[in-house]
């Protein structure tokens, strides 16, 4: 044990050496025989694995150049510079030490994605690993309820459930709507957000936001579908929304977009049906003391002409 009380470069590494069970030489016929972890090992072996490779500082899995202080201590290139050369475990000055034997255990192996719980079975080159994990298909989903600062992740069926039981969002089946939304004072338009709505449709999940903002030094009215899943599914459907009334009509036809996408993200790049808060009080009947709108849509899916 290092001074400081934590583990040494030197520890790390021949911590490895109790549960790696192949020479990882790489010959052309050794590579074939190297184990990969997650098909041969234990979840305790994967996870000391990461825990082998993991900045002690900032919890984030290293990349090269690793660090270590003069009594082993490892640590990572962001950590170092943040660290004004003072190791942050045992407070001796750092230097400039690289650990490379634990560079070299981290270039030998190939690990599971660590969303593998979540339905991703590759098995990746260490330092391959992050920038597929970054892009990965199965990654987590954050939660589309825009009116609140939610930190919840997971699938989609965890965010359906989470929606309907925390934020107790209204659900409908099927593929067209038709909803009013009421504001009691129609001058009152900065960052107002009502319910999200989900929809269940094609077998698929949608989310309709409506919400209001200044667009500039303009109050607007916007709304927009968001598609719970991938931007590639996303582009397999199209939809359309209409507000109006009292002789007047504002339409508008588009892609969803998908949740990867944050609402902000869509919301800034103003894609969806956006009105002036002028229009939207002619819609409401002129008298500008109430605010009443009427939104109808409709969702359909793409056919391939392929």
């Not at 590579?31 to 041969?40: A, N, P, R, V």
């Not at 109006?244 to 009509?249: A, E, S, V």
């Amino acid at each position: 044990m290092a001074p400081g009380g934590g583990a040494s470069c030197k520890e790390l590494v021949e911590s490895w050496a109790n549960f790696t069970i192949c020479d990882t030489t790489k010959t052309q016929k050794e590579k074939s025989i190297i184990t990969y972890l997650g098909e041969k090992f234990p979840k305790s072996s994967i996870h000391g694995v990461h825990e082998l490779l993991e900045c002690p500082i900032c919890k984030r899995s290293m990349y090269p150049p690793f660090y270590q202080c003069p009594n082993g201590h490892t640590l990572c290139t962001n950590c170092k510079i943040g660290a004004h050369n003072c190791c942050p475990t045992c407070q001796v000055e750092l230097g400039n030490i690289r650990c490379l034997a634990l560079e070299k255990v981290a270039e030998s192996l190939e690990l599971p994605c660590r969303h593998q719980n979540l339905g991703c079975h590759k098995i990746l080159p260490y330092y391959r690993k992050l920038k597929h994990e970054q892009r990965c298909k199965f990654r987590p989903y954050h939660c589309p309820n825009a009116g609140s600062e939610c930190s919840i992740k997971g699938d989609i069926p965890t965010l359906m459930l989470h929606l309907k039981e925390d934020h107790k969002v209204d659900m409908h089946t099927g593929c067209t709507f038709n909803h009013r939304y009421v504001k009691s004072n129609a001058h009152e338009v900065e960052n107002a957000i009502w319910m999200l709505t989900v929809f269940d449709c094609f077998g698929e999940q949608f989310v309709l936001h409506f919400e209001a903002f200044l667009l500039g030094m303009t109050p607007v009215y916007m709304a927009f579908l968001r598609f719970m899943g991938e931007d590639n599914e996303a582009k397999m459907f199209n939809y359309n929304l209409e507000v109006g009334g009292f002789g007047r009509k504002l339409t508008w036809q588009g892609v969803p977009r998908s949740i990867r996408d944050s609402h902000r993200k869509v919301r800034d790049c103003q894609d969806g049906l956006i009105i002036p808060r002028s229009l939207a009080i002619f819609f409401s009947g002129g008298n500008g003391e109430e605010l009443t709108l009427k939104v109808i849509g409709r969702i359909w899916k793409e056919h391939s002409t392929s």
